[in-house]
């Protein structure tokens, strides 16, 4: 069937016959989807398997490309990027968030375990790792589900056995929202003082303490959350932001104007 087509990430009967044949010219290959655990009414990590003859490597921090065909896009085709929160060489692992009116994540919750694929691409960078292992505090700063690729870098950096202090802030609407809360409660308990989270709610329970945790994020709670050897410059720090454009935009403007941290030391 036509849906049972899409699914796999192949070309629809009716169709355009080069979509699939683009796709993997451009560099996508297709792989099946192996299991899905939902995490809440709209959020699931789902693990899809690299193919044999496919060699893929994942870098601290880089994402890839999900695609599927579809006829009515006008491009005939959606994707989107997302950044694993696990890859072990043959399996990567996805926490993917669903939204209503977002086609690729509503498309990617209809795929069923063992019988749907997609076409994936990677992996890509924005920002290069060597910079952040010069640092010797790295502060990640997020909101929603901008925190998959600073789990990823906070991931690669702890394992990697560096002496790296990490800071993460983490914002969110309601408690219920906050992603990969058990994974980074184990990474806090594990790694200790090199290891710090703050998670922040713009609605938050009454009991949510102390009460710089509460509201939104801005220059006042960096300013108490943060480390001042931090925000003064006294170590070498990079900061990486990722989340909603508004949020990432208040928050280097913060950074700028308020703190003086440099562009060079944002990304």
Known sequence: SADASAARGEAA??????????AKREGFHEMPLLTRKDTSPNTAVFEFMVPPDVRMTLDIGEHIYLRAIDQKAVAGYIQRPYTPIGFDGEIIRLLI???EGGPVSSHIFT????????????PISHYSHNLTLEAAHVVLIGAGTGITPLYSVATGLLKAGTDHKIHLLYSNRHEEDILLRAELDAYRAEYGDRFSVSLVLTSPPESWEPAVLRGRLNSDKVRQLLPEDVLAGGAPTRYLLCGPDGFCADMRR???DVFGVPAESMF
Do not use: D, E, Q
């Open 97 to 99: 968030k669903r939204y």
């Open 254 to 256: 913060a950074l700028t």
């Open 111 to 122: 795929l069923r375990p063992g019988h749907s694929s997609m076409l994936i691409k990677g």
């Open 13 to 22: 009967p009716g169709a355009l016959p080069s979509a699939l044949t683009n």
